[in-house]
């Protein structure tokens, strides 16, 4: 139990579009699910936390009108990057929090990311 | 506040030795520890945690970590390494509350020489 899916795994974008990555969980209901960006041979770097039903949490220096974050139910949320550029080029990883069904509240599952280019 | 430091950004050891992948934490209340692994192009994957039950934490794959209090210690150790043991680990350390944030070392890079 506790898997966490993400979609697309891998994107490639022009310069100027938006993209939309989803995250879910199959097999749990995820009260609260995270957003963290990795660029190469780093750590994690947390982005927001999204409570279902309420508005992203962000973190100090990412901009909340560019990474779109909607946590509609309790087994998708979805990040949005709008208006991407090439320094958006990164490893998206999302995380989620939540009980029943071998998951624990006290451990983040972690999806599998996506990796996104823009050109 | 949270953090932790984990030492080593990359260690290299060879089939069948001991691996010993080091991290200290700091928290102003009783942490919630854990070791993640990262293959390339992957996602997290749980090793292990600590949420304040037995300090000697067992994990999948034959890995396992000791909580040390007096020495704020949790490192993740393994008998006999394996080459599919090659990958990026990250220490973490939370509150221990769903929704509290999880704080992540910089990770160490382990590699298996042949």
């Known amino acids: 139990g506790a898997v966490v899916s993400q979609h697309p795994s891998w994107v490639i974008c022009k310069s100027g579009t938006s993209v939309k990555i989803e995250c879910r969980s199959l097999d749990f209901q995820a009260t609260t699910m995270f957003w963290y960006r990795q660029f190469p041979k780093q750590s994690l770097m947390l982005m927001a936390t999204s409570n279902e039903g309420s508005k992203a949490t962000y973190e100090q220096g990412v901009e909340k009108d560019k990474f779109l974050i909607n946590h509609a139910s309790l087994t998708l949320s979805t990040l949005t990057v709008t208006s991407a550029h090439p320094e958006d080029s990164s490893f998206y990883i999302c995380?989620?929090?939540?009980?029943?069904?071998?998951?624990?509240?006290?451990?983040?599952?972690f999806g599998p990311g996506t990796r996104l280019t823009v050109l | 506040a949270q953090s932790v430091t984990q030492l080593g950004s990359h260690v290299s050891v060879s089939e069948g030795a001991l691996v010993l992948l080091r991290c200290n934490y700091s928290s102003s209340v009783p942490p919630y520890l854990f070791w993640y692994v990262q293959y390339p192009n992957q996602g997290l994957q749980l090793l292990l945690k600590y949420t304040s039950a037995a300090t000697l934490v067992k994990g999948i794959n034959g890995f396992e970590a000791e909580f040390k209090k007096s020495e704020t210690s949790f490192h993740l150790t393994k008998p006999s390494a394996h080459m599919s043991d090659a990958a990026e680990y990250f220490c973490a350390v939370t509150s221990g509350s769903s929704a509290s944030k999880i704080i992540f070392g910089s990770g160490t890079r382990l590699s298996i020489r042949p």
């Open positions: 995380s989620a929090t939540g009980g029943a069904r071998g998951a624990s509240t006290d451990t983040q599952y």
